[in-house]
T-cell receptor
Framework: GQSLEQPSEVTAVEGAIVQINCTYQ??????LSWYQQHDGGAPTFLSY????GLEETGRFSSFLSRSDSYGYLLLQELQMKDSASYFC????????????FGSGTRLQVQP | DVKVTQSSRYLVKRTGEKVFLECVQD?????MFWYRQDPGLGLRLIYF???????EKGDIPEGYSVSREKKERFSLILESASTNQTSMYLC??????????FGPGTRLTVL
């Protein structure tokens, strides 16, 4: 089967940088995605890494190392509105195009 | 913008009732998914569909069925609701670049 591990909670202050790690185990790998979910809201897509390296989108960056089965989401210049849960996800090994999600990291940004 | 809508935000049903949750997407996506989300467990795949009248079981299909008669609509059916099906239900459709677009969710309570 597949499994993903990420920290359950992270706390940081406004303006800081925070890194949310994700390690995964899967026999077939098609890429690592990140989603953001605010309380009471739906998950929204943030980024997708299929190849090793860093992808940057504004204040958010995502990194992947396939050899280490590891990725992270980097949030810079934290704002209060970044307080949310962040999920990493891998595409299913059977190629069924579904995602397997981690259990999520709750980020709390403090003033 | 892709829009995924779900028929209800909140639903309260009694044990044994048949429950229909409907999902509609407006981007002509072929792949659609139903997840449930429970605290500490992340999102778990119930069923998915590749195309009209095509359906596949996900990781936790027991107690559920689905229907996809039209490309834009994917329905989740709880044949006989039970209290352990109290959860947040999220529908999603898959875009061109593997990203998934989620609906706002239906919070179902089974009494």
């Amino acid at each position: 089967g597949q499994s993903l591990e990420q920290p359950s909670e992270v706390t940081a202050v406004e303006g800081a940088i925070v890194q949310i790690n994700c390690t995964y185990q899967t026999s077939g790998f098609y890429g690592l995605s990140w989603y953001q979910q605010h309380d009471g809201g739906a998950p929204t897509f943030l980024s997708y890494n299929a190849l090793d390296g860093l992808e940057e989108t504004g204040r958010f960056s995502s990194f992947l190392s396939r050899s280490d089965s590891y990725g992270y989401l980097l949030l810079q210049e934290l704002q209060m509105k970044d307080s949310a849960s962040y999920f990493c996800a891998v595409r299913d090994q059977t190629g069924r195009r579904a995602l397997t999600f981690g259990s999520g990291t709750r980020l709390q940004v403090q003033p | 913008d892709v829009k995924v809508t779900q028929s209800s935000r909140y639903l309260v049903k009694r044990t044994g009732e048949k429950v229909f949750l409907e999902c509609v997407q407006d981007m002509d996506h072929e792949n659609m998914f139903w997840y449930r989300q429970d605290p500490g467990l992340g999102l778990r795949l119930i069923y998915f569909s590749y195309d009209v009248k095509m359906k596949e079981k996900g990781d936790i299909p027991e107690g559920y069925s689905v229907s996809r008669e039209k490309k834009e609509r994917f329905s989740l059916i709880l044949e006989s609701a039970s209290t352990n099906q109290t959860s947040m239900y999220l529908c999603a459709s898959r875009g061109t670049y593997n990203e998934q677009f989620f609906g706002p969710g239906t919070r179902l309570t089974v009494l």
